[in-house]
């Protein structure tokens, strides 16, 4: 059995995991993961810039059965960190 998480939450590490080149395969295990309605909360995807963001996060979402709630906003007064919220 698997377990499942109502919130799998990635801060300011999704940069370096697209660097590296791993990000889908962490995308696609946190899709797994997460049980119905629950949510992947990624500050910061990369450092590409917010176009290529949320291009990637919406392509991601397709790819894995999820559907983005949150595209790029930036919710925080003291940061400058972009919110992705991706729910199955």
Known sequence: NVQ???LILAVD???YL???GVAEAHMRDA???LRSNGALAVLNLSYNGL???RAL?????RAHGLRLSIDGDKPFSLW???AFV???
């Open 80 to 82: 400058d960190g972009a």
């Open 86 to 88: 991706l729910r199955r």
């Open 4 to 6: 499942q998480f109502d």
């Open 57 to 61: 996060a919406m392509a991601w979402a």
């Open 18 to 20: 697209v660097q590296a």
């Open 31 to 33: 899709a797994h993961l």
């Open 13 to 15: 590490v999704f940069p």
């Open 51 to 53: 176009d290529s963001d």
